[in-house]
């Protein structure tokens, strides 16, 4: 199997290889931006996603002594009996950049049905497992009261009248909206439906997003496809892509904090993407998949949290991503335990994407079982 460690630098990055058995070269500075080493993962045991490069950036800060930056994985692959999503990796200045070393990422085999997503059209009221509606800050954030049953904040986007449960960062925050369609059984009967301005989640980047606030452990399943506007296509955009996301709620520009799970074109095909943000500083695993609709699902376990998704092409629900098993370039974000709970979209340089979500699901979980159990 195949470790890749992070150098925590200014200036001139490198990336060590450490490789059990398989040969691999390292790239340093400005070279990790545009060649990129390949190595493979050995075979018989899933292994579990590797990691990147990372480099320097003049629009982004550094902090902590480590490079500011982001890093990527991507790729398919399978390994022993197990079903598995495995790949590349690279590092560079944007979201197209081509290093490549390979990795793989475990899986788990047990169907399963379950989601959740939102919006709020005013955005003055939050809403979380511990609390009734409540007031927002400029972060996003809410105030709250009573307890609230988590499975209770589940949406089957059949009712239009429930749009006003949710809450828009956008207004929250009091920006430009980063979409031009957002709407729950309107656009789309039975369907929240959205499709996304030129914006993306990504560094200190923030776009479309509709959410509750959601405490302790729990699930969040969606169903969703990601379109090629006036189409059922898969989009062909780079990273045109939408899913769920948990977010903290005091993330502010410069240190944004969120995890980010979704389906649609990434950088060279349609598939998977697993981000995790910590300070404004992001890494990102790609995983190709047959076509743009999944059910998604992310699993919060304390600190842990785990990304499960299950598309036509597959048997069951496959386990593609754990936070922080899989993002060995992120570990220093920590997941709150209250956070924002949601719908989210991207479209990055070129918007050409529309999305629909059949419903968003919550419940609690206890233990890892629970998220892959029906």
């Not at 409540?134 to 049953?149: E, K, Q």
Request: aromatic share 6%.
């Amino acid at each position: 199997m195949l470790t890749l460690a992070i150098g925590a630098c200014r200036g001139e990055p490198t990336a060590a290889l450490a490789d059990s058995g398989t040969d691999a070269t390292a790239c340093a500075g400005a070279e990790c931006q545009t060649t990129g080493a390949f190595a493979t993962s050995s075979e018989g045991d899933a292994a579990t996603a590797g990691s990147h490069g990372t480099f320097d950036s003049s629009s982004t800060s550094a902090t902590g002594g480590e490079a500011s930056g982001g890093s990527m994985t991507v790729g398919t692959g399978s390994s022993g009996d197990a079903t598995t999503r495995g790949g590349w990796t690279s590092s560079g200045a944007d979201m197209s950049s081509s290093d490549v070393t390979t990795s793989g990422v475990t899986s788990s085999a047990a169907p399963s049905s379950t989601s959740t997503s939102g919006t709020d059209d005013i955005g003055d009221t939050g809403f979380s497992s511990t609390g009734v509606a409540g007031s927002t800050d400029a972060s996003g954030s809410s105030d709250t009261g009573g307890p609230v049953d988590i499975a209770g904040l589940s949406d089957e986007f059949d009712d239009a009248s429930t749009f006003a449960d949710w809450i828009l960062l956008d207004q929250v925050l009091g920006v430009e909206a980063p979409y031009d369609i957002l709407d729950i059984d309107m656009t789309a009967p039975g369907r929240l439906a959205v499709t996304p301005r030129v914006s993306v989640w990504y560094m200190d980047e923030i776009a479309t997003f509709i959410y509750k606030e959601v405490a302790g452990d729990f699930l969040v399943e969606v169903d969703v496809g990601a379109y090629m506007l006036d189409t059922q296509n898969p989009p062909n955009a780079l990273y045109n892509s939408a899913g769920i996301m948990l977010r903290d709620p005091a993330s502010v520009p410069g240190d944004q904090n969120w995890i980010e799970y979704n389906i649609g074109y990434q950088l060279e095909f349609v598939g998977l993407e697993g981000k995790a943000t910590s300070a404004s500083v992001s890494e990102l695993i790609l995983l190709e998949t047959v076509g743009s609709t999944a059910r998604l699902r992310i699993c919060r376990l304390g600190s842990e949290v785990r990304m499960l998704s299950w598309t036509p092409a597959d048997p069951a629900w496959i386990e593609t991503h754990v936070y922080p098993d899989s993002f060995v370039a992120t570990p220093g974000l920590v997941v709150p335990e209250t956070v924002q709970v949601g719908m989210v979209a991207n479209a990055y340089v070129v918007a050409d994407m529309h999305a629909e979500f059949e419903y968003v699901r919550l419940r609690a979980v206890s233990d890892e079982t629970d998220c892959a159990a029906p």
